[in-house]
């Protein structure tokens, strides 16, 4: 099992930034990608970023060029910095993991809870 908590939301004026980190605890040695969804009331839960284990990353084509996604492995935390917040930014943000689990026969997803950020002058 995984666990991932999510901290750093809250409100930001248009144009400004925000980190958020998410830190990832329990059985983690079979993580080899994280990333971070995000969601509106009432709406799918969108891809922002993800990163593989090794580096590679990609984003979701509203967020590029004004959104980051890196890691720290050795403290099992991965970032997302958000810069150039737009109003449409605002939403509930999840920290995904992917996971190889019973050896490599398995793989799991796991979420953590969702922090808000919102983006209102």
């Known amino acids: 099992q995984v666990q991932l908590v999510e901290s750093g939301g809250g409100l930001v004026q248009p144009g400004g930034s925000l980190r958020l980190s998410c830190l990832a605890s329990?059985?983690?040695?079979?993580?080899?990608?994280m990333g971070w969804y995000r969601q509106i009331p009432g709406g799918q839960r969108d891809m922002v970023a993800r990163i593989l284990n090794l580096g590679t990353a990609w984003y979701g084509d509203s967020v590029k060029g004004r959104f980051t996604i890196s890691k720290d492995t050795a403290k099992n935390t991965v970032y997302l910095q958000m810069n150039g917040l737009m109003t449409e930014d605002t939403a509930l943000y999840f920290c995904?993991?992917?996971?190889?689990?019973?050896?490599?026969?398995?793989?799991?997803?796991?979420w953590g809870q969702g922090i808000q950020v919102t983006v209102s002058s």
């Open positions: 329990g059985s983690t040695a079979g993580i080899y990608a």
């Open positions: 995904n993991c992917n996971s190889k689990e019973g050896g490599g026969s398995t793989i799991k997803t796991y």
